[in-house]
């Protein structure tokens, strides 16, 4: 029996060093990738904006950042990590300042009011639209909730969420998923580390044990008992 909780503790240990190679590998791979997104994010020198006091500002409001966050958080409910937005680093490049810059072009684009020409009278379902110039605002609508059939609607929508809307707010995700798997990984690095520590331990921990029971027990015998 001792032998066998020997060998159990050997293999224990063994596989608890797999378990922190796995770790380890998984930690310098996710290192690369925070490096690589870092480099990224600098070149695209992409920045939040900041006041004295460190609190986000938009077009030099603080009015204007609350309701972007207020877009983000309670619309799109996004747990905002507030640690990730650092006023002393404000290059966008953590899932939270992501999430916010990609609120911030949607926010825009939603209380964006676009200028639409007709050129000629149009009817659609029974009212007619003369020609000339209209501000058509789009009331907080997204892309699809706009008509594209109407006259007036359809124009804005091609105008307000252009290709250029669509790629950034796509780019911007793309940034949020990595940087969020970029913490994934590296969660479970630390996990399997923590993991492989603990066979480890265990198992050199069984052996330990193993080997103070085979050592002998010395016998204790009367003083007068012959030996």
Known sequence: MISRLRGLGIVLALIGIAF???GAFAFIKT???YRSLNAFSAEQDVQLTYNEEGQLVDRGETEGAQAIMAL???DWR???VDSELDPNEPIVNTA????YQMATVSYHTLHGVQTVVLTEPVEYKGETFAAGTYEVPLDGRYFSQLDREHPLEGPARNQAWSGTAHALI???GVGTATASAL???LALAG???GLGGTLILTGAGLVWATRAETQPVPVLRPANEPA
């Open 191 to 193: 996990l399997l580390g």
């Open 170 to 172: 796509a780019e911007l």
């Open 78 to 80: 996004y747990p905002v």
């Open 96 to 99: 939270s300042e992501y999430m």
């Open 183 to 185: 913490q994934l990984a």
């Open 20 to 22: 922190v190679a796995a």
């Open 72 to 74: 983000l958080t309670d």
């Open 31 to 33: 290192q690369e990738g």
